[in-house]
T-cell receptor
Framework: QKEVEQDPGPLSVPEGAIVSLNCTYS??????FMWYRQYSRKGPELLMY????GNKEDGRFTAQVDKSSKYISLFIRDSQPSDSATYLC??????????FGAGTRLTVKP | GAGVSQSPSNKVTEKGKDVELRCDPI?????LYWYRQSLGQGLEFLIY????????KSGLPSDRFSAERTGGSVSTLTIQRTQQEDSAVYLC?????????????FGPGTRLTVL
């Protein structure tokens, strides 16, 4: 079993849809949770960062962490074609030794 | 300011040749990381540097892989006697420190193809 599981998709939605991306993990020591967005042939860029459990909202993006279930989510409201990218979840314990999911490829169709 | 840069952006090599990949981190970032990204596999952690020191090299896939960092800045990842399974995108990231709160900033990657 991988330390971090993420459905690679691909996921295709119409413009304006709500997108839900998820990851599960097995290491209970993880306490820092991140979502990275990666456009084709580019490096990942940090999108959202959450410490421990709870929700965090930034514009159209909401990150949720449920440590009791070892489950994290990223929601994108009013999705736009420019949101088309691969979304990677990442997490770490006390240090910056991050573990990444496989990434979910998202396409938002106009 | 400048972000993380990597060179070359693309490298095609023949099986058995050695390759050297370069990473220039963001100025002032003490931590530097190397990852490998294969299709559909996510990011595989290879090695990290705190300053010029790499505390743990166990993430390197084999003894054909080595990395060094000099002057607390530029890092090179060297793959000797390349194999076809080494084909992947090699990503470098840097951060201010190694705390879990220190954001890692990624470079654009080097796409390595071993024929």
């Amino acid at each position: 079993q991988k330390e971090v599981e993420q459905d690679p998709g691909p996921l295709s939605v119409p413009e304006g849809a709500i997108v839900s991306l998820n990851c599960t993990y097995s290491n209970s020591a993880f306490q820092y949770f991140m979502w990275y967005r990666q456009y084709s042939r580019k490096g990942p860029e940090l999108l959202m960062y959450t410490y421990s459990s709870g929700n965090k909202e930034d514009g159209r993006f909401t990150a949720q962490v449920d440590k009791s279930s070892k489950y994290i989510s990223l929601f994108i409201r009013d999705s736009q074609p420019s949101d088309s990218a691969t979304y990677l979840c990442a997490m770490s314990a006390w240090n910056n030794d991050m573990r990444f999911g496989a990434g979910t490829r998202l396409t938002v169709k106009p | 300011g400048a972000g993380v840069s990597q060179s070359p952006s693309n490298k095609v090599t023949e099986k058995g040749k050695d390759v050297e990949l370069r990473c220039d981190p963001i100025s002032g970032h003490t931590a530097l990381y190397w990852y490998r990204q294969s299709l559909g596999q996510g990011l595989e952690f290879l090695i990290y540097f705190q300053g010029n020191s790499a505390p743990d090299k166990s993430g390197l896939p084999s003894d054909r892989f080595s990395a060094e960092r000099t002057g607390g800045s530029v890092s090179t990842l060297t793959i000797q006697r390349t194999q076809q399974e080494d084909s992947a995108v090699y990503l470098c990231a840097s951060s201010l420190g190694i705390s879990g709160t220190d954001t890692q900033y990624f470079g654009p990657g080097t796409r390595l193809t071993v024929l």
